[in-house]
């Protein structure tokens, strides 16, 4: 299985809006409403932000929100802080009953 | 609150099996919905899911993997384990347990994980 698609970086500045896209295929992504994001700081293990492509677990800021079209999904997060810096994956369930991640974005607040 | 704790060497040597347990706490490894999986980081990379368990057994491997990794749960010490055979540097990486499932009955989303362990493949 290939690994999902997501941009090496991207960037924002505090109280703007970004969005990451993860782009698969009609196998995984596409296929499937199995769409989770996860936030990594350094040396930390990841946080589940987003679930089912566009919930969010218990606890997790609403600046947060996920969404679908196609074979790509999408993670915004709306009125960027500094906290928000760091490096976030994407993952979909497969027509193979597996989980595939994506390569991973670095998100900078400028 | 559910908690998993890892436990196992941190170096193992080229072709050798990397042998790693995780420990649940909080809660009970045979909950039924819950799937346990094995994650990992390579330095500087990204990461990759290597498989899951299914609280009734069933396993589910990454393709690329699969030859080489067992997953299974011991119910009575609450714990689940991963065996990933004939190693090479290749494998070094930070290793991860997470707990997948309850939210969305697949084994996917991955919202308990363990601190992750650094294991290194070296002579």
């Known amino acids: 299985q290939s690994a999902l698609t997501q941009p090496a970086s991207v960037s924002g500045s505090p109280g703007q809006s970004i969005t990451i896209s993860c782009t698969g295929t009609?196998?995984?992504?596409?296929?499937?409403?199995?769409v989770s994001w996860y936030q990594q700081h350094p040396g930390k293990a990841p946080k589940l932000m987003i679930y089912?492509?566009?919930n969010r677990p218990s606890g997790v800021s609403n600046r947060f929100s996920g969404s679908k079209s196609g074979n790509t999904a999408s993670l915004t997060i709306s009125g960027l802080q500094a906290e928000d810096e760091a490096d976030y994956y994407c993952t979909s369930y497969t027509r193979i009953s597996s989980v595939v991640f994506g390569g991973g974005t670095k998100l900078t607040v400028l | 609150q559910l908690q998993l704790q890892l436990s196992g060497p941190g170096l193992v040597k080229p072709s050798e099996t990397l042998s790693l347990t995780c420990s649940v706490s909080?809660?009970?490894?045979?909950?039924?919905?819950?799937?346990w999986g094995w994650i990992r980081q390579p330095p500087g990379k990204g990461l990759e899911w290597i498989g899951s368990?299914?609280?009734?057994?069933?396993?589910y491997y990454c393709p690329s993997l699969k030859s080489r990794v067992t997953i299974f749960l011991d119910t009575p010490l609450n714990h689940f384990s991963l065996n990933l055979r004939s190693v090479t540097a290749a494998d070094t990486a930070v290793y991860y347990c997470?707990?997948?499932?309850?939210?969305?009955?697949?084994?996917?989303?991955?919202?308990?994980w363990g601190q992750g362990t650094m294991v290194t493949v070296s002579s």
């Open positions: 909080g809660g009970s490894i045979s909950s039924t919905t819950y799937y």
């Open positions: 089912g492509v566009s």
């Open positions: 997470a707990r997948g499932g309850p939210l969305t009955g697949v084994l996917d989303a991955f919202d308990i």
């Open positions: 009609s196998s995984d992504v596409g296929g499937y409403n199995y």
């Open positions: 368990i299914y609280y009734s057994g069933s396993t």
